[in-house]
């Protein structure tokens, strides 16, 4: 049972290029979540999913979109990368709400330059 | 909306020492609490949550946390640090209820817990 996968571990970009983030879990969860990590500003909320087909925004979502076509699948793609997206950036996923725990992938390093 | 405070950015213990990392919510109905551990390089581990059934909650590695409703408070304290025990931790909320949104999960800013041997 793997979990929560993220790929890739770390990425480079230049200012103004697109990459998605991958995020797959295999833990049949309904709920998906994408946070970035920033020092001294905890985790923020990019966007997140309560379902396959369904997103909504989190508390930092500019600059970011997200697609969730099945359930085990939660793609962030970076439209235009700049500077100030790089942060380590987690996905996270459960299988309800309530007290339910998020289960977290390892991250992604994501430097632009 | 929910907020959650954590005192104290960066906490120095000697080994053996007790540990207590603080954590305050913002809300007039107590929500569901967590704390997670971070060490480095890794993701995020859940150490314990507040369920409502009992306002002492134990959690892993010796942890456990106390749930005072009157304090808006869930403080994460060990007896006894441990070498091992150098991470950041979180403390996180997630409001009661069952309406569309209310499954978001907010995180506190962290305290980077370091042991002195």
């Known amino acids: 049972n793997a979990g929560v996968t993220q790929t890739p571990k770390f990425q480079v970009l230049k200012t103004g290029q697109s990459m998605t983030l991958q995020c797959a879990q295999d833990?049949?969860?309904?709920?998906m979540s994408w946070y970035r990590q920033d020092p001294g500003m905890g985790l923020r909320l990019i966007h997140y999913?309560?379902?396959?087909?369904?997103?909504d925004q989190g508390e930092v979502p500019n600059g970011y979109n997200v697609s969730r076509s099945t359930t085990e699948d939660f793609p962030l793609r970076l439209l235009s990368a700049a500077p100030s997206q790089t942060s380590v950036y987690f996905c996270?996923?459960?299988?309800?709400?309530?007290?339910?725990?998020?289960?977290f992938g390892n991250g992604t390093r994501l430097t632009v330059t | 909306a929910q907020s959650v405070t954590q005192l104290g950015s960066h906490v120095s213990v000697s080994e053996g020492a007790l540990v207590l990392l603080r954590c305050n919510y913002s809300s007039s109905v107590p929500p569901y609490l967590f704390w997670y551990v971070q060490y480095p390089n890794q993701g995020l581990q859940l150490l314990l949550k507040y369920t409502s059934a009992a306002t002492l909650v134990k959690g892993i590695n010796g942890f456990e946390a106390e749930f005072k409703k009157s304090e808006t408070s869930f403080h994460l304290t060990k007896p006894s640090a441990h070498m091992s025990d150098a991470a950041e931790y979180f403390c996180a909320v997630r409001p009661r209820g069952s309406n569309f949104g209310n499954e978001k999960l907010t995180f506190g800013t962290g305290t980077r817990l370091t042991i002195i041997p």
């Open positions: 996270a996923s459960t299988l309800s709400t309530g007290n339910s725990p998020l289960h």
């Open positions: 999913s309560v379902g396959a087909g369904i997103t």
């Open positions: 833990m049949n969860h309904e709920y």
